[in-house]
């Protein structure tokens, strides 16, 4: 994928080489089950056998962003975060080596297709930041750990990633290719979207009124709209797609499927486990995405989630 050099005016911050000791909370546990924290997580490690922390997850409930952002409506501000990078700084982080730049160019893109969207909708936007970390790190939500992989956090609208991930990407799960890292910017940055509509409180009343299975099945909804808006940014930006991009991100989206790192990690396939998505519905949400460019087709949470 043909993307610009990234704005110095996007807000950045690098934690690598830092030490934080201990504290924070521990993910702990495994195979995806939940671990509910009072700091609002969205989804860890990108659908890759992370662990699920789903209190206040986000989303929203269709429609596009036209009407979205009603009266009172109001972005979340940034609650305890670390120290976010000024201009000059950014662009030092941006440029410690190529991962980096490529998370920085792609998140830029990202940036710059959203504030318009939002514009064409009339609604107002407020960028995120991406900090970078390495092994360990801090967010608005607490302890970040290589093993989480790139997550989004809502209380500080931080996407955190460590560049480490995309090497596990391509060699552990096959897909490589820039515009398979893109796709992980692209959905995180997803997530970002689903905060600034405003129905975090909703979902959260309905996540803490249900049981296990159906807020599995609420996350799964959540991380296939994140997937269609990853898809929405690739299509609004059709021009500079390069010859087996598009397929890039279907092996991507094919790997991390719930059902497909189940039967690999365990043999078996756990329907009331999935919180991401099977391979086959994340394909097609991205699919959807990519050939509509509009975020008014992501609506997850509306019918079934077979396409």
Known sequence: MRLDDFDDNIEVGDQRGQSFGGGGFSLGGGGGGLIFSLLPLVMSRFGCGGVAVLLAVLFFFGGGLQGLMGPGSVAPGRIGAPPAAGTGAAATACRVDAASKEACDAFSSANRTWRALFAQAGAQYDPPMLQFYGGEGRSGCGEAQAAMGPFYCPADQGIYLDTSFFNELSTRFGAGGDFARNYVIAHEFGHHIQNLLGTSARVQREMQRVGRVQGNQLSVRLELQADCYAGVWGAQNRARLDPGDIEEGMRAAQAIGDDTLQKEAQ???????????????????????????????????????DQ
Do not use: Q
Request: proline fraction near 5%; aromatic fraction near 8%; charge should be neutral.
């Open 267 to 305: 043999g078996r396939v756990v329907p009331d486990s999935f919180t991401h998505g099977t391979s086959a519905e994340r394909m097609a949400w991205l699919k959807r995405g990519l050939e509509t460019g509009d975020p008014a087709r992501c609506d997850t949470f509306s019918g079934s989630i």
